[in-house]
């Protein structure tokens, strides 16, 4: 098991910036590829990816909308991984989920983006972009 703890949410004016921080116990964090999601309002249903990053964190990947104004890291010393989101637009209001995928071999870049890859959710942590 490996449970998942979100935080650095909160209300941000357009162009602003937030870091969100995902902390992780229990089994072996540096084992598995971490990733953002969010889901928005009306979209309950549908968890949209927006990061990723691999177990040993030296390649990433970023939905279209979030390249270039959000970058992904992690620190497997601290069991953490982070999302700074910068330039904030009210497109990006959402609720965000950090999430982990055991990889355990080498995997195509797909993987990465699917939702049903990932076994572990964290609770989810509210950005909300205002104007």
């Known amino acids: 098991q490996l449970q998942l703890v979100e935080s650095g949410g909160g209300l941000v004016q357009v162009g602003g910036s937030l870091r969100l921080s995902c902390a992780a116990s229990?089994?072996?964090?540096?084992?598995?590829?971490m990733g953002w999601f969010r889901q928005t309002p009306g979209k309950e249903r549908e968890r949209e990816f927006v990061a990723a990053v691999t177990w040993s964190g030296t390649s990433t990947y970023y939905a279209d909308s979030v390249k270039g104004r959000f970058t992904i890291s992690r620190d497997n010393a601290k069991n953490t991984v982070y999302l700074q989101m910068n330039s904030l637009k009210p497109e990006d209001t959402a609720v965000y989920y950090c999430?982990?995928?055991?990889?355990?071999?080498?995997?195509?870049?797909?993987?990465?983006?699917?939702?049903?890859?990932?076994?572990?959710w964290g609770q989810g942590t509210q950005v909300t972009v205002s104007s």
């Open positions: 229990g089994r072996s964090f540096s084992s598995y590829a």
């Open positions: 999430a982990a995928a055991e990889q355990s071999k080498i995997v195509p870049d797909s993987f990465f983006y699917a939702d049903n890859e990932y076994a572990y």
